[in-house]
């Protein structure tokens, strides 16, 4: 002990803790120059991160793939609304009906004999079951009084546009009927016509078919007077697969 009291100088003292101050004050320079490049290869942890430390702005874009994402980890209140287009579903993997084709007409006089329409041609895709809906609008004039009634019919794949060659050819039926006068516009809804081999719906084809539609005006009656008015005409065909 008498021996280390003499070597226990205040010089002795002094300049040792300055060489700690000046080791210590280096060790905390080097801290804060610590990279990327200094840190070894998985050395950081999860346990080393601080609850909720990565943000949205950390995250480089498009790092997450659907590799990293956990199964069940997207549900539907993830999705915004309407972002799921008809082009991002597998048809094929999933029975879906939906409307495949709209065939619309314009307006013109209800003269008895075709009415075309401007787009009559749809294309049936292989495999698809096809249903129609279909309807016109009539508007009577003012001077075709009361009782009055008119008749057309929905033809597909007819030869001749709105002239059909057999029964075959008639789909649909519509009747519009106004016993008072009150009212001008009716919506006429066609329906599968009576008796007819054609219903209105066709199974699913082999191979993709285009067929066309077409109507006939058929009858228009007035108690007196006459004239009327077709706009609005329309059928929705309906794909199911």
Do not use: W
Request: aromatic residues 6%; positive net charge; contains cysteine.
């Amino acid at each position: 002990m008498t021996k280390l009291r003499k070597r226990l100088t205040y010089a002795n003292v002094m300049s040792s803790i300055a060489v700690f101050l000046v080791l210590g004050g280096a060790t905390a320079v080097a801290a804060k120059k610590i990279g990327s490049n200094e840190l070894k290869s998985n050395s950081v942890t999860t346990a080393k991160l601080k609850k909720n430390a990565v943000t949205a702005a950390k995250i480089k874009k498009n790092a997450v793939t659907r590799a990293k994402l956990k199964n069940g980890a997207v549900n539907s209140s993830k999705i915004a609304d309407g972002s799921v287009a008809g082009t991002d579903i597998n048809a094929p993997s999933a029975p879906f009906s939906q409307i495949v084709a709209k065939v619309r007409g314009g307006s013109a006089p209800f003269i008895e004999g075709p009415y075309q329409f401007g787009n009559p041609t749809f294309t049936q895709n292989a495999g698809e079951d096809a249903q129609f809906n279909g309807a016109l609008d009539l508007t009577f004039d003012a001077g075709c009084a009361a009782p009055r009634d008119a008749v057309a019919l929905l033809l597909l794949d007819a030869p001749t546009p709105g002239i059909p060659s057999k029964s075959e050819d008639i789909i649909g039926l519509g009747i519009v009927e106004d016993l008072t006068g009150a009212q001008a516009t009716h919506r006429m809804e066609f329906a599968q016509f009576p008796g007819s081999f054609s219903p209105m719906s066709l199974f699913a084809p082999s191979t993709a078919t285009p067929h066309t539609f077409s109507v006939l005006l058929a009858d228009l009656e007035c108690t007196a007077g006459s004239g009327a008015t077709v706009s609005g005409a329309g059928v929705d065909v309906i794909g199911t697969k």
